[in-house]
């Protein structure tokens, strides 16, 4: 039996869903439709990394969608069922192991209770790691091309990085920008061949590799880069407007260090069902091991780990009075 004090109706939660990017939403798609009471706590617009993508192919049903439409259809198929947004960042989570019941702390010093926790909050950016990195973001670096691109219009700009995203992106901006400079730090790319080749047709791209980029040119706003040839070691100033850097990103696990469920390289760990080794706590999406990360997937780890926590919430339905 609970142990703690009834937390307050608004603030406690059977699950509650960190993370609003399509594998959350679909958690609390699923969880919802069991009738349960679901919360799910974003610090950023709802949607994750999908809602600053420009044009989707690979989703089944949908020959093509735009990233921010697909992204609000999920967001409100989710809210329709009464899953309860809230705006807040996650600061700590913490379990009372005899009472089942995990406390949630956001930055702004409000306090969720729940019976299931679901992390779904996706990775972070890579950054170049530069001089003057800080000084120059959004004066001429932009991680997102689709909210920044059209700032650039008929100007040169540079994207860096080989994998899915960097080619993806440079597609979206070459109908926008004057030139694209593609870099990236060796001959074979990780992105599909289906848009590397799409990106090779395009007159407006100028693939350069293998460079990398050794420094931000500019005064108050970046003006160009200095980049490198990693063969012949030649430096060159590129004269751009922007640089878009995709090299990948990082999990956004820093509020979990004091739960013991990361690897080294700070992604959850889960069994099958996308459970940790702590009982109803879930990690899902990007966040975690998995080796592919795409929308499908994403949506795949949402379902399963919502419909284990569906069976964990009824097999231990006695422990709670809620
Ligand atoms: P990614 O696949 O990890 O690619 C990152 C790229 O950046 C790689 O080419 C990497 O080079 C390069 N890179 C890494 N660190 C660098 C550094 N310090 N300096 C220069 N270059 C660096 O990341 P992503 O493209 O963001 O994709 C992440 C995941 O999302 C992937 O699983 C991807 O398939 C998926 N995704 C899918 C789609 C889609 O299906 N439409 C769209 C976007 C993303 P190396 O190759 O040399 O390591």
Redesign the pocket.
Known sequence: MLKINIPAEDKRFDVLIIGAGPAGLTAAIYAARADLKVGFLEGSTPGGKVTS?DQ???YPGFQKVVGSDLALNMFNQATKLKAHYMYGWVDRINKDEDAKIFSVHTKKNETYFAKVVIIATGMKE?T??LENEKKFEYKGISYCAVCDGNLYANQDVAV???????I?EALYLTKIVKKIYLI???E?????AI?LDEIKSKSNVEMLVPY??KAYVGDEKITGIKIQNLETNEERILNVACIFP????NPSTSFLSNLDILNEQKQIITNKNKKTKIDGLYGVGDVTEND???ITTANSDGTVAALDAIDYINKNAKSWSW
């Open positions: 993508t989707i192919e690979n890579r170049l790691g860096v990085g080989g994998g899915n995203s960097a993806q990236h730090r060796r074979q790319f990780r992105a599909d848009m990398v980029v995709y090299i990948g990103f592919f990360r795409q």
